[in-house]
């Protein structure tokens, strides 16, 4: 599969908030699905599965080695860094190097939360359920989007306004050590990361998004950020127990 020229913003990524990009550009209405189109979307697709696939695979491995939390200020540097080297080299032969690289970190820092709450009485059926849900959540959205003859991408500036907000509220609920607003950007994480999927896909059926590696990344991006935000929420009162 060879990437495809595109017009593409960095992204920005803290705490459980990733800023996908893209959401500038303006996709064009088209009456049926193009061929280029077509084929974004299945490189695309099978892209974006091995990257969750792979990314699973890490965070299972830190459960199991017992891996310590990375921190926010390397959880920072690391996801942004790695966003900026894909936005980078999206259209050479390090794309796909890159997207592996930056979806098996995004695995090692959802690992150590994974195994903390799998510590709690009914931790396991609590990440089986955030699974679910976000595999679902995903299926649904995504079908809407291939299926709906309405382009979502105009809500993609809303959306990312949506998700700066939610990624300075969540920095200052980590530094002022304010739980019930941690809660509250969660379940607005949830929210907008849900919409990003189906603008994301949106994007790719109408021709806004030509290149497949970026594209797998949107998706990734808020595929994680809605399944860490269902894992925050549906783990309510776990630690307590």
Same mark, same amino acid.
């Given at each position: 599969? &060879?990437?495809?020229?595109?017009?593409? !913003? &960095?992204?920005? !990524? $803290?705490?459980?908030v /990733? +800023?996908?990009?893209? +959401?500038a @550009?303006?996709? /064009?209405?088209?009456?049926?699905? #193009?061929?280029? $189109?077509t084929?974004?979307?299945?490189?695309?697709y099978?892209?974006?599965? *091995? !990257?969750?696939?792979?990314s699973?695979?890490?965070?299972?491995? @830190?459960v199991? *080695?017992?891996?310590p939390?990375?921190?926010?200020l390397?959880? +920072?540097?690391?996801?942004?860094g790695?966003?900026?080297?894909?936005?980078?080299v999206?259209?050479s032969?390090w794309?796909?190097? %890159?997207?592996?690289?930056?979806t098996?970190?995004?695995?090692?820092?959802?690992?150590?939360?994974?195994?903390? !709450?799998?510590?709690?009485?009914?931790?396991?059926?609590?990440?089986?359920?955030?699974?679910?849900?976000?595999g679902?959540?995903?299926?649904?959205?995504?079908?809407?989007?291939? =299926? #709906?003859?309405?382009?979502?991408? %105009?809500?993609?500036? *809303?959306?990312?306004?949506?998700?700066?907000v /939610?990624?300075?509220?969540?920095? $200052?609920?980590?530094?002022?050590q304010i739980?019930?607003?941690?809660?509250?950007?969660?379940?607005?994480?949830?929210l +907008?990361?849900?919409g990003?999927?189906?603008? &994301?896909?949106?994007?790719?059926?109408?021709?806004?998004?030509?290149?497949?590696v *970026?594209a797998?990344?949107?998706?990734?991006?808020?595929?994680? =950020?809605?399944?860490?935000?269902?894992l925050?929420?549906?783990?309510?009162?776990?630690?307590? &127990?």
């Amino acid at each position: 599969m &060879e990437p495809l020229q595109t017009r593409s !913003t &960095e992204r920005n !990524t $803290a705490v459980a908030v /990733a +800023l996908p990009a893209g +959401l500038a @550009g303006r996709a /064009a209405t088209t009456p049926a699905r #193009s061929a280029a $189109a077509t084929r974004v979307l299945r490189n695309a697709y099978a892209l974006l599965a *091995m !990257t969750l696939l792979f990314s699973a695979g890490i965070a299972a491995l @830190g459960v199991a *080695m017992k891996w310590p939390a990375p921190g926010l200020l390397l959880s +920072l540097a690391g996801s942004l860094g790695l966003l900026f080297l894909v936005h980078a080299v999206r259209n050479s032969g390090w794309a796909l190097p %890159a997207v592996f690289a930056f979806t098996g970190f995004m695995g090692y820092t959802i690992g150590p939360v994974i195994a903390k !709450t799998l510590s709690w009485s009914g931790g396991a059926q609590v990440v089986a359920m955030a699974l679910g849900t976000t595999g679902l959540a995903t299926l649904a959205l995504s079908a809407w989007a291939l =299926n #709906s003859k309405r382009n979502f991408s %105009a809500w993609g500036g *809303m959306l990312f306004a949506g998700l700066v907000v /939610a990624l300075v509220a969540g920095l $200052a609920a980590v530094f002022l050590q304010i739980p019930a607003l941690g809660l509250a950007v969660s379940a607005m994480v949830a929210l +907008l990361a849900a919409g990003m999927i189906l603008v &994301e896909t949106s994007r790719i059926v109408h021709g806004g998004e030509t290149n497949y590696v *970026m594209a797998a990344v949107g998706l990734y991006v808020s595929i994680f =950020n809605l399944f860490s935000s269902l894992l925050t929420l549906l783990g309510l009162g776990g630690s307590d &127990e």
